[in-house]
C-alpha cells in the first residue's frame, strides 16, 4: 500500500515543482524551502530550509518537524507531558512557572507569557480555545493543559526519548 503526496500546484515563481510523490511503507521524504532534489521543495519564506520529514507507516504516515528555531511549543508540551513519561500516569500537568523552570537551562528568556503563548497555540489549533480574532472573552477553560498531554501521549506524539529537548545543552550548568 503507498501513501500518495499530492503537491500544490505550483506558483509563478515556483513552475518547476509540479509533482505527485509516490511513498511505500518505510520511505521516507524530507521536505523544505532548499530541500535537496530527490525532496519535497516548498518555496514560501516561513518554510524553514529543511523543515521536515514525511515517513509512510503503512496504512498512515508521521512528520517529524526539524527546524531547531521553532519547536518551543513542543518544548513546551514536552516539559507538561515529563511527569506522566517519567512514571507517574496520573499527575496533573505541571504549572506554567514549573515549566517555565524547566525549560529555563535551554530557554533563557522563557517567562509565563512566553510559556502560555505556547500551551494557547495547540488549544487553538485544536479548537479547545477560540482564536484572538474572537472578541469575546470566553469563560475559564479547565482542560487547556490536561487535553493536549493527553492527546500527544495516546497518539504517541511525545516519548520519553523526546525529553531530550529538556536537556541541559552541553557546557551550560542547571540551577
Known amino acids: 500500500m503507498y501513501s ?5 500546484p505550483p506558483t509563478t515563481e515556483d513552475e518547476e ?3 505527485q510523490r509516490r511513498l511505500a511503507p518505510g520511505e521516507r521524504l524530507g521536505f523544505g524551502r532548499s530541500a535537496r532534489e530527490s ?3 516548498i518555496a514560501h519564506d516561513g518554510v524553514s530550509r529543511r523543515a521536515g520529514e514525511i515517513r509512510a507507516q ?6 517529524s518537524n526539524l527546524s531547531a528555531r521553532r519547536t518551543r511549543y513542543f518544548a513546551v508540551l514536552a516539559a507538561l507531558c515529563e511527569p ?5 500516569p496520573h499527575a496533573p500537568p505541571p504549572t506554567v512557572d514549573h515549566v517555565v523552570e524547566r525549560l529555563r537551562p535551554t530557554w533563557p528568556a522563557a517567562s509565563r507569557t512566553s510559556v502560555q503563548w505556547n500551551i494557547d497555540y495547540p488549544a487553538v ?3 479547545l480555545k477560540p482564536g484572538p480574532e474572537t472578541a469575546e472573552p470566553g469563560p475559564r477553560l479547565n482542560g487547556k493543559k490536561e487535553f493536549p498531554v493527553s492527546l500527544a501521549l495516546r497518539f504517541d506524539l511525545v516519548r520519553e526519548d523526546d525529553l531530550v529537548v529538556l536537556a541541559t545543552p552541553s557546557g551550560r550548568v542547571s540551577r
Open 17 to 19: 515543482n509540479r509533482a
Open 58 to 63: 503503512g496504512a498512515f504516515w508521521t512528520l
Open 84 to 88: 506522566r513519561l517519567r512514571g507517574a
Open 4 to 8: 500518495i503526496i499530492v503537491v500544490p
Open 39 to 41: 525532496d519535497l521543495r
Open 125 to 127: 489549533k485544536l479548537r
